[in-house]
């Protein structure tokens, strides 16, 4: 059983226990089998290989979040540039560039952190724990940014082709969408990803007959082109001068940020990536990259080949293929198609959140920044609790901005390149100390990072500057908030570990009475089953408080286990095989200790995703063998108890005994005053 010191997954039972009579589901358990589908099978040892994602798959699922910037990115960058349109030229050129260095960065940032997590862990590692939870928390709400602003721009594609009347109900179908992908997500990554992956398909193919198609229609323009584009350079710089143009062009190049979005998500979420991991993830990033460069860059060039302006109602992209279309046989067919798929896709988009975000919290979680329930897997190995927290948060953000995307984008751009400059610059400092190690190309790859971190900064200054009263200063307020917040919960779980410590060094100070002999256990006698974690002080007085408070009454004892697997262990079918012979051999010091106490004892264990569920399978089973067994376990309590403490802290042995006393068992919870 997972130690009840820290918080244990607990989720919806879904098997029936063996040994009980086959009860027919209620009509809730098969609902949420239609919607969520049946448990994994963690006994199948090609489950992690069918479950992780080829490059294909993985572009879909990962990269329509960078694909799809390409949707409000390029026209908050034109919008910017104002009458000086001439200058798109040099944005696309800009964008192109920026896309590459990004991606050539977290190429190589991959192949140093294969494990995933992206900037968190890139952060922590290089820089300390500390900028790690600065990084982390900003990547945290990033995603809830990145479901947010996706579907609120999916929301705005969708309704630029539909009567003005329609967009009261703008909200509410953006609404409609995250529940659908949090009951997507909570099913399965791949099965989320293979039934977007027609709609990414679809995107690709308006898109590229929109921007091939336009500069094909306008090749007769482009001398005219050129000459307009030469002249308006001309004029600006006697208007604006080098300086006010560059300063004018840097702008547009800055609030165009959330163009390059998305860029990091493979970083995030290479764990789900198909062996050879570092392999697969370089491949997603150079289609990233390359369709990411086409669709940004041909838009911009496009918006200036049509000479593109802003109309009420409308995106800049709605406006683009109308010119285009307009005269095209299909015409009307091919508007409607090409807005549907950016709007479809900027929803698939929106899964970069809720696969990214909730592995990033996981591992935050796992190094106690969040609570410790947020690193726990379903039965459908998700992390449904990170999940549904995304998904609510997004509403919230959703609703509490009315799913403007202009607002939104710049609180989505900051937290962005917060994450960016940080993982940049934690590489400048790794490579800055390689310089003295033989044949380290260090000089090749500080050429890399440090334009990156310095384009990167460049971004992240500008923007929080331009746009601090327009949105900035609330993602600043609520990423600060969420800093605190995780310092908190550190520093309360490392209060209780010292506890617990402490506890160990007294208990390490009782000698084991008697020799270390194996008396025979008889099951017809009565048993005292212990639930236990990993060998240690808290097993150990669960143990002794038994015999303390009931001497020479139980004559076997039996302890149980759980290895609870979380997406810390979720790595592969060597892990599930560790995580046992863990469990197994933890136990196995807890039966030498009670022998070396010399009494009867045994054990039992068991893997899965839910202490709860596995225990109660384990005792079922147990009183068919030990008919006179009474079930013990140990909690944690603490004198003056919060809300908090039940949200950081499982309350395990609660829910097990409520189970265990329901089917007619009897189960003893047996305090544990930390402080």
Not at 428 to 442: E, G, H, I, L
Not at 457 to 484: D, H, N, P, Q, R
Not at 615 to 640: H, M, N, S, W, Y
Request: aromatic letters at 10%.
């Amino acid at each position: 059983m997972a130690d009840p010191a820290l918080p244990s997954p607990t989720n919806t039972p879904g098997q029936v226990p063996p040994g009980l009579p086959p009860e027919e589901p209620g009509i809730g358990e098969r609902l949420r089998r239609i919607f969520f589908g049946k448990p994994r099978d963690l006994t199948d040892r090609s489950l992690f290989h069918r479950l992780s994602l080829v490059a294909l798959l993985a572009w879909v699922g990962l990269g329509a979040d960078g694909l799809s910037s390409s949707s409000y990115g390029p026209e908050e960058a034109f919008r910017a540039l104002g009458e000086h349109t001439y200058l798109a030229i040099a944005l696309a050129v800009a964008v192109a560039g920026t896309v590459f260095i990004i991606a050539w960065a977290y190429s190589h940032i991959i192949e140093h952190f294969p494990e995933g997590g992206g900037g968190y862990v890139v952060a922590t590692k290089l820089l300390g724990p500390h900028t790690g939870v600065v990084s982390g928390s900003a990547l945290v709400v990033d995603y809830v940014l990145t479901i947010t602003v996706s579907l609120a721009a999916a929301g705005d594609a969708l309704f630029s082709f539909m009567p003005a009347s329609w967009l009261p109900f703008k909200v509410l179908v953006e609404v409609g969408f995250v529940a659908a992908l949090i009951v997507l997500n909570i099913r399965g990554v791949k099965e989320s990803i293979i039934i977007l992956t027609p709609i990414f398909i679809l995107f690709l193919l308006t898109h590229v007959t929109l921007i091939i198609g336009g500069f094909f229609t306008h090749a007769g323009d482009l001398p005219a082109v050129a000459s307009s584009v030469s002249s308006g350079f001309s004029g600006g710089l006697g208007i604006l001068g080098i300086g006010g143009m560059m300063m004018l062009l840097f702008r547009a190049y800055s609030l165009g940020g959330g163009t390059y979005t998305g860029l990091e998500a493979v970083s995030n979420g290479l764990i789900m990536m198909r062996e050879p991991r570092v392999a697969t993830g370089k491949r997603t990033m150079a289609y990233m990259a390359a369709s990411l460069v086409f669709t940004a860059s041909g838009l911009l060039i496009c918006y200036l080949l049509f000479r593109v302006s802003p109309e009420t109602g409308k995106t800049l992209n709605a406006v683009l293929v109308g010119r285009f279309a307009e005269n095209l046989p299909f015409g009307g067919t091919l508007v409607v198609l090409t807005l549907i798929s950016e709007g479809a896709l900027l929803v698939v988009a929106a899964q970069a959140g809720f696969l990214d975000g909730p592995r990033v919290m996981s591992k935050m979680a796992v190094d106690w920044w969040l609570p410790r329930r947020f690193a726990a897997l379903s039965e459908r190995l998700t992390t449904q609790n990170g999940i549904l927290l995304m998904g609510g948060a997004s509403l919230v953000a959703l609703l509490a901005t009315g799913g403007n995307v202009h607002h939104l984008v710049v609180m989505y751009s900051i937290n962005v390149f917060l994450t960016f400059s940080l993982s940049m610059l934690s590489m400048c400092r790794f490579w800055w100390q390689k310089r003295r190690t033989p044949d380290s190309p260090w000089i090749r790859r500080l050429g890399l990072f440090i334009p990156g971190l310095l384009l990167c900064s460049g971004i992240l200054i500008m923007t929080a500057f331009e746009k601090f009263y327009a949105g900035g200063w609330i993602t600043l307020v609520v990423t600060g908030g969420m800093i605190g917040l995780c310092f908190l919960i550190r520093s309360h779980y490392r209060s209780v570990t010292q506890q617990l410590q402490r506890l160990d060094e007294v208990l390490e100070n009782i000698p084991p009475k008697g020799a270390a002999i194996s008396p025979k256990v008889d099951a017809k006698l009565p048993t005292a089953a212990v639930l236990v974690g990993s060998f240690g002080g808290l097993g150990i007085h669960t143990l002794l408080s038994v015999q303390r408070a009931f001497p020479n009454h139980y004559k076997n004892l039996l302890f149980l286990s759980v290895g609870v697997l979380d997406s810390d262990t979720f790595k592969g079918a060597d892990e599930v095989d560790a995580l046992r012979h863990r469990t197994e051999g933890d136990l196995q010091r807890y039966v030498d200790y009670a022998h070396k106490l010399g009494l009867p004892a045994t054990s039992r264990a068991s893997i899965g995703t839910d202490a709860v569920d596995e225990i109660e399978e384990l005792c079922r089973t147990i009183t068919k063998d030990f008919p006179k067994v009474t079930f013990f376990a140990g909690q944690l309590i603490f004198k003056k108890e919060t809300w908090y403490h039940r949200l950081l802290h499982n309350e395990t042995a609660f829910a097990i005994q409520k189970r265990l006393h329901w089917s007619g068992m009897t189960m003893v919870i047996l305090p544990v005053r930390v402080y």
